[in-house]
């Protein structure tokens, strides 16, 4: 029965996602959820049909989507599930956004953990680095702005919203993106997570290198320390 229902699920969000171009595409739902069935193999006691369910379904209600939040409920009861596995289901997804804890997640059970790990490690890296070029442009924010430094001592009120200024995509890594390594809740997020900070740091580098921007490079050498 669990795997009807995971691929009623995978159906239902392949079709939601299907034609986004913010990067919270299908693509990235296949992404975190191949994560998530990574990360759980050295995990004991997970509840694997509440951590796939909530990786597949993590996306429907993001507030970047714009979306009435209801998403996921309205699905969920359609599949004729037990409240409290609903509940346990969107707390889950709910748990793991990156604006209620910043760089300080409040994560109360394994799948949390998990799935947590699994998303962002898809915010890493050189899927990262694309990823956040593509909501940049599908939001209309410039890719860099020389003369808008990152905003310091980001409240959670500041990083929602998205009309700011300091909004531009480079500045997202600062905001966000360098900050992940340290939050990863598994040791293999853990690891990883630092390869693909490395690369993103790598790739910040080079980008202020080829536009002669000593004072980026500098701000970003003073971020790192």
Not at 88 to 115: A, H, R, V, W, Y
């Amino acid at each position: 029965m669990q795997e009807k229902l995971l691929k009623k699920t995978y159906d239902f969000a392949q079709d939601f996602h299907k034609s986004d171009t913010s990067g919270h595409d299908f693509e990235h739902i296949k992404r975190v959820y191949a994560n998530a069935c990574l990360l759980m193999e050295d995990t004991p006691k997970v509840n694997v049909f509440i951590l796939k369910m909530s990786a597949l379904l993590h996306d429907i209600d993001d507030r970047k989507l714009n979306t009435d939040g209801q998403n996921a409920l309205r699905f969920l009861q359609s599949l004729n599930l037990e409240q409290s596995m609903i509940d346990t289901i969107l707390s889950t997804i709910e748990s793991i956004s990156f604006s209620k804890g910043l760089d300080n997640p409040q994560l109360e059970t394994i799948e949390m953990k998990l799935l947590y790990d699994a998303d962002k490690l898809d915010a890493l890296g050189a899927i990262g680095i694309c990823r956040t070029i593509m909501f940049g442009t599908s939001s209309q924010k410039p890719l860099f702005d020389e003369n808008i430094f990152p905003k310091e001592n980001l409240s959670k009120e500041d990083y929602k919203n998205m009309e700011r200024k300091e909004n531009h995509s480079i500045n997202h890594f600062f905001d966000k993106l360098l900050k992940l390594k340290d939050t990863m809740q598994t040791e293999t997020g853990q690891k990883e997570g630092l390869n693909r900070h490395n690369f993103m740091v790598d790739f910040l580098q080079h980008f202020f290198q080829e536009q002669n921007l000593n004072e980026w490079q500098d701000y970003l050498k003073n971020y790192l320390k």
